[in-house]
């Protein structure tokens, strides 16, 4: 693509030593060790690494250009920008031709469920005859792609890219993860979507954001800048969500459990650990483009969680704004089998073992409460530190567990640092593990730290008896944990059995 079409839409401050406008870019990249001849490199400032100390080395490899927001004195033509990462993503959507634009895009954000969601909108629009894809924490997937992810939504240059590959492989349908680290980091922008929803909030990623108001100054970004042919699903259960009901271009359609909204959930129950209940739409609404009938639609859920019933009154609005018939979303949703570590039930037999992200305040509320719904004789907690969030969330994590022990039959509680799993960036500091310790004792509980993962499951699972639970809850520290288990239930299986159990183990993504 020529550069100066390449060009068109960035906002330039300023020019340093002239190119020929008609040059043909091949390569767009802010990564220097992806340069080549001929190629664009965007200097952009990251946490850990500056891209304009890497400029000389994106000459070296070839770059025709640099992206920047400062003059840097080296012999290669420069556009100087208020914003290189604004800019990247402008670049990205031309040189990949607005991909986005030639498919349904539906987005969603929330602090808890915006994978398990991502995926029960897979299953409706698959269900529906749709051809789909889905980018998002777990991996980049359609057709038979499937790429692993590092970040929940791509950094724009790569989100474009597969976008790009999913138009031109057939995708009609786009589901996407839309995290706050890419709306503020603009990795999102130019994304065309047709119907966005928020799901929760709560406090999260203060260690990157560092107030919950900037946190969901940036979350928010996706429904205050929904264009108006946009449709809007709000859970107005959280007041600062509702508050955004005001401002934005969307059609909104609001939902909720506690509050009076068009769309909510009734007859709920969880007894055995799979939700039934009532998806209901209170009357006929029509909002630009966009309707909703009244409805009642009976949902049977073969996932566990109070927390799928809240994703999947999300979900189901999403499939109906689309056009699903709600026969098909029913059937799409009692065949879902969830999403890995998302109160996911990994082993159901004499007891049950039940493997959880137990992220934050809310997602301990959601999963907690869940426990408290269910039928069983003990629990038994095996918990992982969250390294590398600091010592405030984890805090707030213990203050919100230890709110929920006496509600709950606990028999065992051990937690783990993971030491021998977590990568350098999620490991437990000094501090980290005082502010947890510090909660619990405040409360009166002794809880017993274990260094190794390993060793942590193996003190606690012999503790576990017939129609008991063990929840193992945890971020990356309990990453691991389910093919630990597996590989130990293999060992002591043969035959089929011992099949089953490895074919689970090759196929785990965590």
């Not at 954000?109 to 299953?123: C, Q, V």
């Amino acid at each position: 693509m020529k550069l100066n079409t390449l060009l068109e839409r960035v906002e330039i401050k300023n020019r340093i030593r002239q190119i020929d406008g008609d040059l043909n870019i091949s390569n767009i990249s802010n990564d220097s060790r992806e340069i080549g001849e001929g190629d664009i490199f965007v200097a952009m400032k990251g946490v850990l690494v500056d891209g304009h100390d890497y400029i000389e080395e994106a000459k070296k490899r070839g770059a025709a250009l640099v992206v920047c927001d400062h003059e840097v004195e080296v012999d290669i033509p420069q556009v100087i920008v208020e914003n290189p990462r604004k800019a990247l993503a402008d670049l990205a959507c031309t040189f990949y031709g607005d991909p986005s634009k030639e498919m349904k895009v539906y987005g969603v954000t929330a602090t808890n469920g915006k994978t398990s969601t991502a995926y029960m909108l897979r299953d409706i629009f698959k269900a529906a005859g749709y051809e789909v894809g889905v980018i998002g924490t777990v991996e980049v997937q359609y057709k038979d792609v499937s790429i692993p992810s590092i970040l929940t939504t791509p950094e724009s240059i790569h989100l474009q890219k597969h976008l790009r590959n999913m138009a031109d492989s057939g995708v009609e349908v786009v589901v996407m993860e839309v995290s706050s680290s890419a709306q503020e980091l603009y990795r999102s922008r130019g994304i065309d979507y047709d119907i966005v929803s928020f799901n929760n909030i709560s406090v999260e990623h203060l260690e990157q954001h560092g107030t919950f108001e900037n946190y969901f100054h940036f979350k928010s970004r996706l429904i205050r800048h929904a264009q108006k042919e946009t449709a809007v699903i709000l859970n107005i259960d959280a007041q600062l969500i509702d508050d955004l009901k005001d401002k934005t271009e969307g059609q909104v359609f609001t939902a909720g459990v506690e509050k009076d909204a068009l769309i909510g959930v009734s007859n709920i129950d969880i007894s055995s650990g799979f939700p039934k209940f009532t998806y209901t739409v209170k009357e006929d609404r029509k909002a630009g483009k966009w309707s909703l009938k009244k409805l009642e639609l009976p949902i049977d859920l073969q996932v566990t969680g109070f927390h799928t019933v809240l994703n999947a009154m999300m979900a189901i609005s999403f499939g109906l704004l689309a056009g699903v018939n709600p026969s098909t979303i029913q059937k799409a949703l009692y065949n879902f089998r969830g999403v890995e570590r998302r109160f996911e039930l990994i082993y159901n037999k004499e007891y049950m073992i039940i493997d959880d992200h137990y992220a934050n305040v809310k997602n301990i509320a959601v999963t907690l409460e869940t426990l408290c719904r269910m039928d069983y004789k003990n629990l038994h907690l095996l918990y992982a530190i969250r390294g590398g969030r600091g010592a405030e969330l984890n805090r707030e994590n213990a203050e919100e567990t230890v709110k929920w022990m006496p509600k709950l039959p606990l028999k065992d509680f051990i937690a783990t640092k993971s030491v021998e799993v977590v990568s350098s960036k999620d490991e437990v500091t000094d501090k980290e593990l005082e502010a947890f310790l510090k909660e619990m004792e405040k409360a009166g509980h002794t809880v017993p730290v274990i260094d190794s993962l390993k060793e942590a499951i193996d003190t606690i699972l012999p503790k576990v008896e017939p129609g008991d639970v063990l929840l193992l809850a945890g971020c990356q520290g309990m990453d691991h944990a389910a093919k630990y288990i597996w590989q130990m239930l293999a060992d002591a299986s043969s035959g089929e059995e011992r099949a089953e159990w490895l074919k689970k183990i090759d196929e785990r993504i965590c």
